[in-house]
Nanobody, 115 residues
């Protein structure tokens, strides 16, 4: 069964850091770009960062310079290092292929940035 499992979320103060992990099925991970997405309460889900199979990253403007996406091809895992977190980063974070695959959405991991 093709799936992803996200982990690493939590409660952090503004300015803090978190590292998210996403373990993906090899059948997807090895051939697709991967992305981190997020959905804040009352808002649509949006992409946050993308990484190609070759390791080239792309970031949405609001996280540039603060977030870093990486992938470990040996572990079929993609990471999102989040630094200098802001309250507006609060959301459920998901990983999926990019472009996303409708049936691949996992449970996500909650990130809450609050003092």
């Amino acid at each position: 069964q093709v799936q992803v499992v996200e982990s690493g979320g939590g409660l952090v103060q503004p300015g803090g850091s978190l590292r998210l992990s996403c373990a993906a099925s090899r059948s997807i991970f090895s051939v697709r770009a991967m992305g981190w997405y997020r959905q804040a309460p009352g808002k649509q889900r949006e992409w946050v960062a993308i990484i190609t199979t070759g390791g080239t990253p792309t970031y949405r403007d609001s996280v540039k310079g603060r977030f870093t996406i990486s992938r470990d091809n040996a572990k079929n895992t993609v990471y999102l290092q989040m630094n200098s977190l802001k309250p507006e980063d609060t959301a459920v974070y998901y990983c999926n292929a990019y472009p996303s695959i409708r049936d691949l959405w996992g449970q996500g991991t909650q990130v809450t940035v609050s003092s």
